[in-house]
């Protein structure tokens, strides 16, 4: 049978206290129900519904994707209204998977397991045991100890209050029965709603067993109403990750001081100091330095590459036995090749860099090459800006550019080509030559200083 996923993500999320719909509230830099979606997918869900009400326009805007199917429910009804939305969309010989948008840390593990409790007869109900149960639906339990209804909090006796066994709101059955079901549901309770929770009274009546699965933690079904218990489950995610890293070989200097937002790749032997940020999707080959405070973001650093404290690397190839900062911007399309060089305060960007050259203090290098073992001295700018197009700079290998020089683009410095301090380079320089364009200096001897007026 293949899988339809159903997402409730209607609700309006007032306790947010924003204009972004709740369930684009990002976690770990993507939405929310953006994850929720990433689980559908990795069970190969053959459909998406995605039930979608305020904010649907942003909703879908931000959630278009070819396998996603967005279902309008015009009037919040309730949770069995919001499915009985998508049932005509819904694949006749498949099983469903009820999920929410801003449930978004549960596992594709705990679902494959809770999917596997679905037939013709049978259906899956992933329920918890909570400390304090308020605000859940009850989960009730026959003499047999077989789940055979769903009370709400709202409509539950003294006595049913105090079952601690909850409703996850997750659950799995057939498109059959939901055809069977959802159009008997009646909204003749306390809060006048159309419960999805009904359906396991009805399945119960009927003889269909109601089998019930319990997640691995209370985190994975955890809902968010409030930013507080979306930094509560993005802590716990992050946690996640960290641990992850550290099984798979990296050392972390604090596994509650990394952010991940995106995914992080690593081998053996890497080190992680504190405060550093990755983003998109990163590579850290074996041996990998990272100091205090980095930002990463769409990323390759190849084997021993050390990159010092408060560096940003964006869209950038660090291939081997790269040093990079203190204090380094590597902007995109920089490119380092083995064992060249950036120092603190330089900002690259479109730059080829090629091996053993060094850059390592003060610089701009922007839509330039460097040529291998080429010396950047302190304070140079390639000049890449006319104000309306952009130039290429092109320095060869083994040239030596003194400090303090603009390289005013287009323009190319020879192969071992010298630089004297302090020139602006307009025209082309030569193979092994030397150029300087500072004004000669010059010196007067014994020279008087102005003497201060005296005043009356
Ligand atoms: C629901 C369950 C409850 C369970 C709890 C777990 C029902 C009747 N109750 O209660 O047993 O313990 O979840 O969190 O299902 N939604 C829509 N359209 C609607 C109504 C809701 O999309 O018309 C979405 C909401 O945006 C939300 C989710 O469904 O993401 C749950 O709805 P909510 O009203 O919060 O249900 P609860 O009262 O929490
Ligand atoms: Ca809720």
């Known amino acids: 049978m293949s899988l339809n996923v159903v997402i409730l993500a209607a609700g309006q999320g007032t306790r947010m206290r924003s204009s972004l719909p709740k369930v684009l509230h990002s976690l770990a830099g993507k939405p929310m129900v953006g994850h929720v979606v990433d689980t559908a997918r990795r069970l190969n869900a053959s459909l998406i519904h995605l039930v979608v009400g305020h904010g649907a326009e942003r909703v879908r805007e931000q959630l278009a994707a070819a396998d996603v199917n967005f279902v309008e429910q015009l009037q919040q009804l309730g949770t069995g209204h919001a499915v009985t939305q998508a049932l005509p969309g819904l694949e006749t010989d498949a099983r469903v998977l009820i999920l929410y948008g801003d449930v978004p840390l549960i596992r594709a593990e705990t679902l494959q397991q809770l999917l596997e409790q679905v037939s013709e007869t049978s259906m899956g109900l992933l329920t918890v045991q909570l400390d304090d149960p308020s605000g859940y639906g009850r989960i009730i339990r026959d003499a047999d100890q077989k789940v055979a209804a769903i009370i709400e909090q709202k409509d539950a006796s003294t006595e049913q209050l105090q079952i601690k066994e909850v409703n996850t709101g997750i659950l799995a059955v057939t498109t059959t029965q939901l055809q069977r079901w959802l159009p008997r549901l009646s909204n003749a ?71 991940v937002r995106g995914h992080l790749s690593t081998a053996r032997d890497v080190f992680i100091d504190v405060g550093c940020v990755f983003e998109g999707l990163v590579e850290l080959a074996e041996g990998v330095e990272i100091g205090p405070y980095c930002v990463l973001k769409n990323a390759r650093l190849g084997p021993g590459v050390k990159l010092a404290s408060h560096s940003v690397i964006e869209d950038a190839v660090l291939v081997g036995d790269n040093q990079v900062g203190p204090f380094a911007r590597l902007r995109p399309g920089t490119h380092l090749e083995v064992g060249a060089r950036i120092g603190n305060f330089v900002e690259t960007k479109k730059a080829m860099i090629h091996q053993g050259a060094k850059v390592n203090h003060l610089s701009y290098i922007g839509d330039a090459e460097v040529g291998a073992y080429a010396n950047i001295g302190a304070g140079t700018i390639t000049c890449n800006y006319d104000g309306v197009n952009k130039h290429q700079t092109l320095i060869g290998a083994g040239a030596f550019i003194g400090s303090n020089t603009s390289l005013v683009a287009p323009v190319s410095v020879g192969a071992g080509a010298t630089i004297g301090a302090g020139s602006t380079i307009t025209r082309d320089v030569d193979d092994r030559a030397l150029a300087v364009t500072r004004a000669k200096q010059l010196q007067k001897a014994n020279w008087p200083r102005p003497a201060k007026k005296q005043e009356d």
């Open 189 to 259: 309770n306390v809060q006048g709603e159309y419960y999805l929770t009904d359906i396991i009274g009805m399945a119960y009546k009927e003889g269909t067993e109601i089998r019930s699965v319990q997640p691995k933690t209370t985190a994975e079904v955890e809902g968010v109403n409030n930013r507080l218990q979306l930094a509560a489950l993005e802590r716990v995610y992050q946690r996640e990750q960290a641990d992850l890293l550290m099984e798979a070989g990296v050392t972390l200097a604090d596994p509650a001081r990394i952010d």
